[in-house]
């Protein structure tokens, strides 16, 4: 086989691939093989053998249900936000130094926000995740942060399914996940009341960057001491939502 012959079946085999994990997208529930076939076009054998060439690099994974986009696509994700990650750095440790919580920097993935960036707080008691992990979208601050921010259209689109009952207080009901996103917008920012896991609390801001991407910033607060500290938070939290929406203007 000639270079230019090389160049185009790896083309075509890029391209193949790229249509199943297009396929998956949006589909938390998994699909089966046949079902990626039909939307994809591509033959059933054809998307066996992508299928587990794309699994063995963890871009996919199959489980009972069907097939998923897998975690290495959100390790990619979280790794293609250098440049915000970068601006946002500097304001999102001054404000973790203030609080002394947890601030994480999340991305609109769907039905998920994923944590690209992380401050940690220094506490014994405090709230962590790994980066790279996808939240759902409607049960978190920074989720419905970014949920109060999008076209009406998408929105109801998103949410035009089940909710996932994460915890006792997550809103898994659409009439009022809608009252909550216009209670978001009214205050500027949204609350996580232990609405993804008991005892804890959070504190979104969305974030104006300018970018097709959206961003939002979250304060991780445990229960113990939400309630002293929740005003002194969203002071300075709100105070780093200008700050870096101002470089963001002027890069």
């Known amino acids: 086989m000639s270079e230019q012959e090389e160049g185009v079946s790896g083309k075509q085999v890029i391209a193949r691939a790229a249509s199943v994990l297009k396929a998956l997208e949006n589909q938390r529930a998994g699909l089966t093989v046949s079902e990626i076939s039909r939307a994809s076009g591509l033959p059933r054998t054809t998307v066996h053998r992508l299928v587990s060439s794309l699994e063995a690099q963890q871009f996919v994974i199959s489980t009972a249900d069907g097939v998923r986009l897998g975690p290495a696509l959100v390790r990619l994700a979280a790794s293609a ?27 609109y993935r769907g039905h998920h926000s994923v944590l690209v960036d992380q401050y940690p707080s220094d506490r014994e008691l405090r709230v962590v995740s790994a980066v790279g992990t996808a939240f ?3 049960c978190t601050a920074h989720g419905k942060a970014i949920l109060a921010e999008l076209p009406e259209d998408l ?8 909710l996932e009952k994460r915890a006792t ?7 009022r996940l809608h009252d909550e996103l216009d ?11 232990q609405e993804h896991a008991e005892g804890v609390y959070g504190i979104g801001v ?26 002194q938070i969203i002071h300075a939290l709100l105070k780093c939502k200008v700050e870096i929406e101002s470089i963001l203007r002027r890069a």
Do not use: M
């Open 155 to 162: 929105l109801d689109s998103l949410l035009d399914r089940r």
């Open 81 to 107: 936000h250098t440049d915000i990650i970068g601006i946002a750095r500097p304001f999102i440790e001054a404000l973790g130094r203030t609080t002394r919580e947890t601030v994480d920097l999340c991305v």
């Open 206 to 231: 969305f974030l104006k960057t300018g970018l097709s991407d959206h961003y939002a910033i979250a304060v991780a607060v445990p229960q113990l001491r939400f309630e002293g500290e929740s005003e």
């Open 169 to 175: 207080n997550t809103i898994d009901d659409r009439k």
């Open 183 to 193: 209670a978001v917008r009214e205050r500027g920012f949204a609350i996580d009341t």
């Open 136 to 138: 759902p979208i409607h």
